[in-house]
T-cell receptor, first 109, second 112 residues
Framework: KNEVEQSPQNLTAQEGEFITINCSYSVGISALHWLQQHPGGGIVSLFMLSSGKKKHGRLIATINIQEKHSSLHITASHPRDSAVYIC???????????WGAGTKLIIKP | EAQVTQNPRYLITVTGKKLTVTCSQNMNHEYMSWYRQDPGLGLRQIYY???????DKGDVPEGYKVSRKEKRNFPLILESPSPNQTSLYFC???????????FGNGTRLTVT
């Protein structure tokens, strides 16, 4: 079964810094999800990707299939980006997702 | 407005008293799923459904039941709740299996 590891577990940065959160998995996948969980508990899907790179506003997600690795980048970070960021992978035609433990990000003003 | 509606948001109950957490979506999504989230364990899937009358077990189905009689509704039933089912529960939906997920606001359940 796939193992999904996220790093770092916790990250504190100053407003404006460039942020990188990493996700590695052990077995080939059909898709990878990045999600954001707000301090209030709500979960929002940010990206779903199976190759290459996707960008939405200040968020960029990349995936390297050969290296079994994905990164989530935040440019010009802001305190409102403070949240837990979660990576999840889908294997083949299996619709069950395997979840990472999450990265807690705090952006200080 | 497209949304996933979970109710209730908060629930405190006692051991053994049957309860239902409702999940409803207005996006005509085929795929619906229930997760529980516990500190240090992340999200774990309880049950999922690919379409009406089709349900499958996730990673932690014990103590839970679900039904999918209509496309829009996917209730989570705890026939005899126990304290180890105290958790934060999320319903999630997507157009089909491999699509971005849409989450409900969560239900915080406490079983005493």
């Amino acid at each position: 079964k796939n193992e999904v590891e996220q790093s770092p577990q916790n990250l504190t940065a100053q407003e404006g810094e460039f942020i990188t959160i990493n996700c590695s998995y052990s077995v080939g996948i059909s898709a990878l999800h990045w999600l954001q969980q707000h301090p209030g508990g709500g979960i929002v899907s940010l990206f779903m990707l199976s190759s290459g790179k996707k960008k939405h506003g200040r968020l960029i997600a990349t995936i390297n299939i050969q290296e079994k690795h994905s990164s989530l980048h935040i440019t010009a970070s802001h305190p409102r980006d403070s949240a837990v960021y979660i990576c999840a992978v889908a294997e083949g035609s299996n619709y069950q997702l395997i979840w990472g433990a999450g990265t807690k990000l705090i952006i200080k003003p | 407005e497209a949304q996933v509606t979970q109710n209730p948001r908060y629930l405190i109950t006692v051991t053994g008293k049957k309860l239902t957490v409702t999940c409803s979506q207005n996006m005509n999504h085929e795929y619906m799923s229930w997760y529980r989230q516990d500190p240090g364990l992340g999200l774990r899937q309880i049950y999922y459904s690919m379409n009406v009358e089709v349900t499958d077990k996730g990673d932690v189905p014990e103590g839970y039941k679900v039904s999918r009689k209509e496309k829009r509704n996917f209730p989570l039933i705890l026939e005899s709740p126990s304290p180890n089912q105290t958790s934060l529960y999320f319903c999630a939906t997507s157009p089909q299996g491999h699509s971005p997920l849409h989450f409900g606001n969560g239900t915080r359940l406490t079983v005493t």
